[in-house]
T-cell receptor, first 113, second 117 residues
Framework: AQSVTQLDSQVPVFEEAPVELRCNYS??????LFWYVQYPNQGLQLLLK??????LVESINGFEAEFNKSQTSFHLRKPSVHISDTAEYFC???????????FGEGTQLTVNP | NAGVMQNPRHLVRRRGQEARLRCSPM?????VYWYRQLPEEGLKFMVY????????ESGMPKERFSAEFPKEGPSILRIQQVVRGDSAAYFC???????????????FGPGTRLTVL
């Protein structure tokens, strides 16, 4: 079984500040790692994913996440946030042999002017 | 190109009534997943279906809950005799089911918010 812990339930930051949303996972088998974003009243959208290869993955809107196997972490970062980044962010894992996603409890990122 | 459609977006039921939640996958997708998000919690897997088959229902409560994905039409999550504890957001996701697992991205619908009075 897997579990995902998102260490911060809420992260308030000012516009143009850097941000890190933390995610740690636990699994006895190999996993794939995902970050999803949920804007108000919308469904979850895939932000980025780690399957294999380079441990640093990037999204098209400036977010990046680094897979750290020794620390079982997959923290999400952005060097300079915009107000439009305000949303809830979910970290998720998936067994490489399975299809279900296991989610963390989410981090609400609020970007203030 | 429409994404995953869910309806209704909001559903209010009284205790003991039935709730039916519908999910239309993206065009070309034959795999459907249902997840539930209870208040203050993350999304929890419920069931994974392909057309006319339940592949994995290990996350479904043993009683009152059922799901189907018929050959024609949307996937249905059915909750009989609802109780207040069923109040939650129910999300559907779909995927193509092609390629290696993990590269088969799940696309989510906007969810159905169920409130049981």
């Amino acid at each position: 079984a897997q579990s995902v812990t998102q260490l911060d339930s809420q992260v308030p930051v000012f516009e143009e500040a850097p941000v890190e949303l933390r995610c740690n996972y636990s699994s006895s088998v190999s996993v794939y790692l995902f970050w999803y974003v949920q804007y108000p009243n919308q469904g979850l959208q895939l932000l980025l994913k780690y399957l294999s290869g380079s441990t640093l993955v990037e999204s098209i809107n400036g977010f990046e996440a680094e897979f750290n196997k020794s620390q079982t972490s997959f923290h999400l970062r952005k060097p300079s946030v915009h107000i439009s980044d305000t949303a809830e962010y979910f970290c998720a894992v998936q067994e490489t042999s399975g299809s279900r996603l296991t989610f963390g409890e989410g981090t609400q990122l609020t970007v203030n002017p | 190109n429409a994404g995953v459609m869910q309806n209704p977006r909001h559903l209010v039921r009284r205790r003991g009534q039935e709730a039916r939640l519908r999910c239309s996958p993206m065009k070309g997708h034959s795999h459907v997943y249902w997840y539930r998000q209870l208040p203050e919690e993350g999304l929890k897997f419920m069931v994974y279906l392909q057309k006319e088959n339940i592949i994995d229902e290990s996350g479904m409560p043993k009683e009152r809950f059922s799901a189907e994905f018929p050959k024609e039409g949307p996937s249905i999550l059915r909750i009989q005799q609802v109780v207040r504890g069923d109040s939650a957001a129910y999300f559907c996701a779909s995927s193509r089911g092609q390629g290696a697992l993990g590269t088969d991205t799940q696309y989510f619908g906007p969810g159905t918010r169920l409130t049981v009075l």
